[in-house]
């Protein structure tokens, strides 16, 4: 069972947030969240290795969200990173609905959930 934070919540959490404009298709959309929370977990393994480890520790928790323009996502960018949260940026490869390095989504942690919604806990769930 997976540990459990103060109140029963977990502590630790991934979000990725889409760029809704682009209207990707359910497939592609779960394919880039997928990109994105492989990177940030890759980055936060070798340097954030406290956080990956509380994060994968309480289950891997992932949230998708929707941010309506490539200007909200680059907006949330510099909020995450003036608090020291880790970024990265998902640019496709334009083999299907998008040209190549189209900005599709912004991945941000493994983190602190506090930490995460300061952030982003304005947007919609995708």
């Not at 977990?10 to 809704?20: A, D, P, S």
């Not at 682009?22 to 592609?28: D, F, S, Y």
């Not at 959930?113 to 304005?122: I, K, Y």
Request: with cysteine.
């Amino acid at each position: 069972m997976p540990a459990k934070g103060r109140g029963g919540s977990r502590e630790y959490k991934l979000v990725v947030v889409l760029r809704g404009e682009l209207r990707l298709t359910a497939g592609k959309a779960a394919v880039q969240v997928a990109h994105a929370a492989v990177m940030l977990a890759l980055a936060a393994q070798q340097r954030r290795a406290e956080a990956f480890d509380a994060w994968l520790r309480e289950g891997q928790r992932k949230i998708a969200l929707l941010a309506p323009t490539l200007a909200d996502l680059e907006h949330l960018e510099r909020a995450a990173r003036a608090r020291g949260l880790p970024t990265v940026w998902v640019e496709d490869a334009g083999y299907t609905e998008v040209p190549a390095g189209t900005r599709t989504c912004l991945g941000i942690g493994p983190a602190p959930s506090a930490e995460l919604d300061a952030v982003t806990g304005s947007l919609d769930l995708f």
